[in-house]
Nanobody, 120 residues
Framework: QVQLVESGGGLVQAGGSLRLSCAASGSMFSTVTMGWYRQAPGSQRELVARITSGGVTNYGDTVKGRFTISKDNAKNTVTMQMNSLKPEDTGVYYC??????????????WGRGTQVTVSS
């Protein structure tokens, strides 16, 4: 059973920084793509950032230039550095992963989420 476990959320003032981490564990062959989505109250879940095993990144328009995602393929972890945080960045941040299992098929997994709150 594959699990994604997030850490690093919390409360920060506007303009501050937070670092989120997510570790994939369990019986897997590789993490193909990992990333972060967020959901604010009353809103749909949206892409924040994703990164492939080859290092190709994709960011949501609202976080470009402020957030940086990185991945450690050997440790099956993904980290996101969030700078210049704004109140509109508030939400639950979910780790997401496309993970290849020993059966050579790729499945999508989600973490339970970590709360990020940015005060004005």
């Amino acid at each position: 059973q594959v699990q994604l476990v997030e850490s690093g959320g919390g409360l920060v003032q506007a303009g501050g920084s937070l670092r989120l981490s997510c570790a994939a564990s369990g019986s897997m062959f590789s993490t193909v793509t990992m990333g972060w989505y967020r959901q604010a109250p009353g809103s749909q879940r949206e892409l924040v950032a994703r990164i492939t095993s080859g290092g190709v990144t994709n960011y949501g328009d609202t976080v470009k230039g402020r957030f940086t995602i990185s991945k450690d393929n050997a440790k099956n972890t993904v980290t996101m550095q969030m700078n210049s945080l704004k109140p509109e960045d508030t939400g639950v941040y979910y780790c997401n992963g496309d993970i290849r299992l020993p059966d050579n098929l790729t499945y999508q997994y989600w973490g339970r989420g970590t709360q990020v709150t940015v005060s004005s």
